[in-house]
């Protein structure tokens, strides 16, 4: 079966990084697009970040410049290098390829 796990959220100090990972096992994903997505309390779900196949990108306004989300097809993974991380940056951000989604995994930065 496909299974997406997640890793490397935590606290952080606003300012600072953290680095997201997904690994995902039980298919080829090479051909899927790879997101980001993160829910605040109270908030809708909302796109953060896309990675095709082919390596083309696109984040939401509210990331850009901030963000780099990239991918290893011979690893199955998907990663997003957060910078400069803001306090509106607090939320559970999940992982997606396809139909499948990540656990979530708390980030939250202190201000």
């Known amino acids: 079966q496909v299974q997406l796990v997640e890793s490397g959220g935590g606290l952080v100090q606003a300012g600072g990084s953290l680095r997201l990972s997904c690994a995902a096992s039980?298919?080829?994903?090479?051909?899927?697009?790879m997101g980001w997505y993160r829910q605040a309390p109270g908030k809708q779900r909302e796109l953060v970040a896309v990675i095709t196949g082919a390596g083309s990108t696109n984040y939401a306004d509210s990331v850009k410049g901030r963000f780099t989300i990239s991918r290893d097809n011979a690893k199955n993974m998907v990663y997003l290098q957060m910078n400069s991380l803001k306090a509106e940056d607090t939320a559970v951000y999940y992982c997606?390829?396809?139909?499948?989604w990540g656990q979530g995994t708390q980030v939250t930065v202190s201000s």
């Open positions: 997606k390829i396809f139909v499948y």
């Open positions: 039980g298919s080829d994903f090479s051909i899927y697009n």
